[in-house]
């Protein structure tokens, strides 16, 4: 992976709530009017003139295929770990045993650290080194700060990673194996994220919580980018997406937005279906009160680590993208969970993690209510490998 990739970076950060603007070549986080998130914008027009979507095939077998469309300027701030391009599965058993006319299964534990973390972590590492950061923390219960952690030290630089004490041992010896600073904490990914912003007063890190900078949710996109390309610039009639902080689900309906634009893709777009564990699930219940914003969930509780968020800050943006899409919200609980690990295991070849598993487990219920059809196309994203949560369960 010598050959670098084109040069990129966005036109300007927009505001997600007002669409008020900030310029990118500073470091950023929440919109100082809204205190949202702020998304990258590029000059699509001009990229669209440029840049085909048959350029993309020749090139290297990473997300940073796409790097016309995303925030790193520099080819040579690009840090690259194999990162992406992970393979969409057909899966036609599943698909039999699901009772859908097709399935594929995009198999994201094939990231490096594991898990699709690394798409997010990649970009806002990459990008924070560009704009002079030379130490970065974050608040994690598990595969996001292995993924810091790996980013990091790829680029050089501190990372502070700060963790509940009962995080599972294998990904706290994944993080020091990997040279970062792990400070365990009496309390809950929330204590940690008050931990981090004091550090970041006191220390100067730089705070990479999920949508509370800009980056990880373009590498993130990624993911909408790929499906697109490896079913031939068409999308599936579904797509199923396990929800924590909904990076990835926003992320890829952005990616269609850009695509559209780009002249790469029509107005079509699948039903967004976002699948909560039952322990944690703050989006289904609003989506079914049909409210704007999610409630924060008391008492979240899940062994499907990256489903335990009781409030995402994104939370307006997942929900407006399941209700343009047409899509729903459904939770499955950790023992559906745990029954469907090894039939997706058996009938697939891919050792899913319970987040992944989740996804498949929310397809009875969904064609149920209807919202799945028995002709549909569906796409499940395992999220990462189920190797990583050997002996929780
Ligand atoms: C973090 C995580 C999720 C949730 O991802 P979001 O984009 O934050 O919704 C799902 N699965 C796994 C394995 C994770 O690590």
């Known amino acids: 992976m010598n050959d670098l990739p084109a040069a990129g970076g966005c036109a300007h950060l927009e505001c997600t709530r007002c669409g008020a ?5 500073t470091l950023q986080r929440l919109s100082p009017c809204c205190e949202r998130p702020l998304y990258p914008r590029y000059d699509l027009e001009a990229i669209g003139k440029r840049l085909r979507r048959e350029d993309l095939a020749g090139r290297s077998a990473d997300l940073w295929r796409y790097a016309e469309l995303l925030p790193v300027r520099d080819p040579a701030h690009a840090v690259r770990l194999g990162e992406g391009w992970t393979p ?3 899966t036609p058993r599943l698909a039999d045993a699901l009772g859908v006319a097709q399935c594929w299964v995009k198999d994201e534990g094939q990231n490096p650290t594991a898990s699709f973390k690394a798409r997010g972590l990649c970009l806002a590492v990459s990008r924070a080194v560009e704009l002079g950061v030379r130490s970065v923390a974050l608040p994690s219960a598990g595969n996001a700060g292995s993924a810091t952690a790996a980013y990091a030290a790829a680029a050089g630089i501190e990372a502070h990673i700060v963790v509940p004490r009962d995080t599972p041992f294998p990904i706290l010896e994944e993080m ?8 365990l904490l009496d309390g809950l ?5 008050a931990r981090v912003a004091v550090g970041a007063r006191e220390h100067g890190w730089f705070d990479l919580s999920t949508l509370k900078e800009p980056y990880r949710v373009e590498g993130k996109k990624t993911m909408g980018y790929e499906v697109a390309e490896q079913l031939g610039w068409t999308l599936p009639d579904v797509i199923v997406y396990p929800t924590g902080g909904g990076t990835g689900l926003v992320g890829m309906w952005k990616a269609f937005d850009e695509m ?3 002249g790469w893709i029509g107005s079509a777009r699948p039903r967004m279906i976002s699948v909560q564990a039952a322990g944690c699930a703050p989006i289904v219940r609003a989506w079914e009160r049909g409210d704007e914003h999610a409630e924060p969930w008391e008492g979240a509780h899940t062994y499907a680590s990256g489903l335990r968020v009781p409030r995402a800050v994104g939370d307006f943006l997942i929900l407006d993208a399941i209700r343009a899409s047409g899509g729903a919200a459904v939770a499955v609980d950790d023992d559906e969970m745990k029954r469907w690990t090894p039939v997706v295991g058996r009938l697939t070849g891919i050792f899913a993690a319970p987040e992944g598993a989740a996804t498949a487990a929310a397809i009875a219920p969904l064609l149920r209510t209807g919202v799945v059809k028995p002709t549909d196309s569906v796409v499940l994203f395992n999220t990462g490998s189920g190797l990583k949560y050997v002996g929780q369960a």
Request: with cysteine; charged share 35%.
């Open 189 to 193: 990914i929330t204590d940690c994220g």
């Open 260 to 262: 559209e634009r780009l």
């Open 88 to 90: 969409l599965v057909d």
């Open 21 to 25: 603007t900030y310029p990118a070549e």
């Open 176 to 183: 020091r194996a990997l040279g970062a600073d792990v400070e």
